[in-house]
T-cell receptor, first 114, second 111 residues
Framework: AQSVSQHNHHVILSEAASLELGCNYSYGGTVNLFWYVQYPGQHLQLLLKYFSGDPLVKGIKGFEAEFIKSKFSFNLRKPSVQWSDTAEYFCAVMGSTNAGKSTFGDGTTLTVKP | DTAVSQTPKYLVTQMGNDKSIKCEQNLGHDTMYWYKQDSKKFLKIMFSYNNKELIINETVPNRFSPKSPDKAHLNLHINSLELGDSAVYFC??????????FGNGTRLTVT
């Protein structure tokens, strides 16, 4: 079975602050990892993904995430957040034997104060 | 062009009614899904179809019945709606291990 845990339920930051959202997964094998963002009132959109190769992946809008296999983690980072980054962020895992089945974390609400 | 489109966007209905939500994708993906997002934003998979065949059927009341007439369409029919069914329902599609492409969601309110 695969599972995902997001440690922060609600994060509040001021503009220009740095962001790190935690994500840990559980799966006994090779994984594909994703971060999705959901802006208020909108659908989920892909921020970035990790399949293999360089564990530091860069996504859209200045976001990046680092896959640390030894820690089963895939934390999301951004050096300087903007008010427009206010959204819900979801981490998701898809195990190598679970093609097409992504398991989502419970989400982190990010509020950026102008 | 909208990649994954679902209708209606809003659905308000009374308890006990039957309703349907439709979803279409033009990405050529083989797999389509229904997800439910509750008021706390938790996102849970309900069903998944691959080439019109049901492959994932999570613990969902049998009042919910998906139907896939072809691989580009996946509809969701809900019988005897209950208050607890109120949520946002997202359709999505993917190909193999690719990321999910989500529709804009259908906000269902049961009164």
């Amino acid at each position: 079975a695969q599972s995902v845990s997001q440690h922060n339920h609600h994060v509040i930051l001021s503009e220009a602050a740095s962001l790190e959202l935690g994500c840990n997964y559980s799966y006994g094998g090779t994984v594909n990892l994703f971060w999705y963002v959901q802006y208020p009132g909108q659908h989920l959109q892909l921020l970035l993904k990790y399949f293999s190769g360089d564990p530091l992946v860069k996504g859209i809008k200045g976001f990046e995430a680092e896959f640390i296999k030894s820690k089963f983690s895939f934390n999301l980072r951004k050096p300087s957040v903007q008010w427009s980054d206010t959204a819900e962020y979801f981490c998701a895992v898809m195990g190598s034997t679970n093609a097409g089945k992504s398991t989502f974390g419970d989400g982190t609400t990010l509020t950026v104060k102008p | 062009d909208t990649a994954v489109s679902q209708t209606p966007k809003y659905l308000v209905t009374q308890m006990g009614n039957d309703k349907s939500i439709k979803c279409e994708q033009n990405l050529g993906h083989d797999t389509m899904y229904w997800y439910k997002q509750d008021s706390k934003k938790f996102l849970k998979i309900m069903f998944s179809y691959n080439n019109k065949e049901l492959i994932i059927n999570e613990t969902v009341p049998n009042r919910f019945s998906p139907k896939s007439p072809d691989k580009a369409h996946l509809n969701l029919h809900i019988n005897s709606l209950e208050l607890g069914d109120s949520a946002v329902y997202f359709c999505a599609s993917s190909q193999g291990y690719s990321p999910l492409h989500f529709g804009n969601g259908t906000r269902l309110t049961v009164t």
